[in-house]
């Protein structure tokens, strides 16, 4: 079975702090991860994919496959970085979906 | 300007009623998806299609009912065998999903 875990619900930082959004998932085959983001009051876009190994915004994320991690960084967090975010993972197997995690609500202060 | 359509973007239903949520899209993707967005549980996945008069279950679809006689339409139903509607419901699209979806801007069901 596929699965994204996302264990913050809410991860509060201050502007220009380090921020690290936690991403782990399970998945037996080869997977493609992605992090969505869901500003306020916009639909929630495609922020980043593992595959294109980019760099969007000043966030980055590697796919380690040996812990199974897909985090989310970012060296210096900005007040327009508050949204929500989603890690969401695709299997290498059947129709192609995405499969979402519960999402972390970053909220940086002044 | 390509993109998806979803309409209306609040709707309130007494209990009992069927309603049908629309998703429209003109990017010319095949593949279309319908999930619901719940405070703490994220995006599960209720009904998707990959291409014309073909579409199969997600993981939460009882109570749902969809259709695709259309490549660019996806209405969702909300049936009155839901027994949880109040939800905001998301539809998305994509050709190559290694790409990601698009996504539509959401529709708010609320029952009264």
């Known amino acids: 079975a596929q699965r994204v875990t996302q264990p913050e619900k809410l991860l509060s930082v201050f502007k220009g702090a380090p921020v690290e959004l936690k991403c782990n998932y399970s998945?037996?085959?080869?997977?493609?991860l992605f992090w969505y983001v869901q500003y306020s009051r916009q639909r929630l876009q495609l922020l980043l994919r593992h595959i294109s190994r980019e760099s969007i915004k000043g966030f980055t994320a590697d796919l380690n496959k040996g812990e199974t991690s897909f985090h989310l960084k970012k060296p210096f967090a900005q007040e327009e970085d508050s949204a929500m975010y989603y890690c969401a993972l695709k299997g290498d197997t059947g129709f192609q979906k995405l499969v979402f995690g519960t999402g972390t609500r970053l909220l940086v202060s002044p | 300007d390509g993109g998806i359509t979803q309409s209306p973007k609040y709707l309130f239903r007494k209990e009992g009623q069927n309603v049908t949520l629309s998703c429209e899209q003109n990017?010319?993707?095949?593949?279309m998806y319908w999930y619901r967005q719940d405070p703490g549980q994220g995006l599960r996945l209720i009904y998707y299609?990959?291409?014309?008069?073909?579409?199969q279950k997600g993981d939460i679809a009882e109570g749902y009912s969809v259709s695709r006689e259309k490549k660019e339409s996806f209405p969702l139903t909300v049936t009155s065998a839901q027994k949880n509607p109040t939800a905001f419901y998301l539809c998305?699209?994509?050709?190559?999903?290694?790409?990601?979806?698009?996504f539509g801007s959401g529709t708010r069901l609320t029952v009264v």
């Open positions: 998305a699209s994509s050709n190559q999903i290694s790409y990601g979806y698009t």
């Open positions: 299609s990959q291409i014309v008069n073909d579409f």
């Open positions: 990017l010319n993707h095949d593949a």
């Open positions: 998945y037996s085959g080869s997977p493609e």
